[in-house]
């Protein structure tokens, strides 16, 4: 079974309510101590790192056929999600545009795709992106 990490204040609310059983049984222990033990039970090292992989918001699970909108190469799109595969902290997914996208910016000619292949984080946002520093894709739901 697998089991998404939880964000940064999830993981900061089990290790205040760990903190409390133990000070109940007769075993107080520190905050920080709390903190390091909630991280090792999610298999990190310390507590910067399990806070650093959890973020601020929730993790997203992308699901086949959930409808999502966006901005792939510059051009908005709408589509729905035909393939979803969890690999880490991230997903690969093939979505499916509503109506076919412009991937050139060139006034010459024109490259219209009606489906990609793409990685993104659990917000939604490629890792690669285009020559102006914006994600290659950016996925938001509908």
């Known amino acids: 079974?697998?089991?998404?990490?939880?964000?940064?204040?999830?993981?900061?609310?089990?290790?205040?309510?760990?903190?409390?059983?133990?000070?109940?049984?007769g075993t107080p222990i520190t905050h920080a101590a709390a903190l390091e033990a909630v991280a090792a039970q999610w298999?990190?090292?310390?507590w910067n790192t399990a806070q650093a992989a959890a973020g601020d918001a929730p993790r997203r699970r992308f699901q086949i056929g959930e409808e999502v909108h966006g901005r792939y190469l510059g051009q908005?799109?709408?589509?729905?999600?035909?393939?979803?595969?969890e690999m880490g902290?991230?997903?690969r997914?093939?979505?499916?545009?509503?109506?076919?996208?412009?991937?050139?910016t060139s006034?010459?000619?024109?490259?219209?795709?009606?489906?990609?292949?793409?990685?993104?984080n659990s917000q939604g946002v490629s890792a690669?992106?285009?020559s102006d520093g914006e994600p290659q894709m950016r996925?938001?739901?509908?």
């Open 107 to 120: 006034v010459h000619f024109s490259n219209f795709r009606k489906q990609v292949n793409c990685t993104v």
């Open 43 to 46: 298999g990190f090292r310390d």
């Open 139 to 142: 996925i938001l739901s509908r």
């Open 1 to 25: 079974m697998d089991i998404s990490l939880p964000s940064r204040d999830a993981l900061k609310a089990q290790a205040k309510r760990m903190r409390a059983a133990l000070t109940d049984a």
């Open 93 to 104: 997914l093939t979505i499916v545009f509503d109506e076919a996208v412009d991937v050139v």
């Open 128 to 130: 690669a992106a285009t």
């Open 76 to 85: 908005n799109f709408t589509g729905q999600i035909k393939a979803s595969a």
């Open 89 to 91: 902290h991230n997903w």
